[in-house]
């Protein structure tokens, strides 16, 4: 079991940045897969962003690429998501996720693990 624990979101003007941190409990933190998703009101989750096990690969959804960045401190159990350049349209719940299969899997159908969400608002 992967307990995940999200913090750094808040209320944040447009063109700002926050940086959204998961501490994950499991000593197999260091060989999973690691990814953000996001949910805003009234429409289903969707996948921001996912990284391996090593750190070496990332992908992006088409909404933040160059704008949010992925990485991850296997050292300290623990991934981040900067964002930067934020819009309105960035405003949701994001959630961490973990996972044993490749970042195309976890992306295509959901987590195996999740955390509890951590709210982003930007406003205009």
């Known amino acids: 079991q992967v307990r995940l624990v999200e913090s750094g979101g808040g209320l944040v003007q447009a063109g700002g940045s926050l940086r959204l941190s998961c501490a994950a409990s499991?000593?197999?933190?260091?060989?999973?897969?690691m990814g953000w998703f996001r949910q805003a009101p009234g429409k289903e989750r969707e996948f921001v962003s996912g990284?391996?096990?090593?750190?070496?690969?990332?992908n992006y959804a088409d909404s933040v690429k160059g704008r949010f960045t992925i990485s991850r401190d296997n050292a300290k159990n623990t991934v981040y998501l900067q964002l930067n350049s934020l819009k309105p349209e960035d405003t949701a719940v994001y959630y961490c996720?973990?996972?044993?299969?490749?970042?195309?899997?976890?992306?295509?159908?959901?987590?195996?693990?999740w955390g509890q969400g951590t709210q982003v608002t930007v406003s205009s």
């Open positions: 996720a973990a996972d044993t299969r490749p970042i195309a899997a976890m992306a295509r159908s959901g987590a195996l693990y």
């Open positions: 499991a000593r197999a933190f260091s060989t999973s897969t």
């Open positions: 990284i391996n096990w090593s750190g070496d690969y990332t």
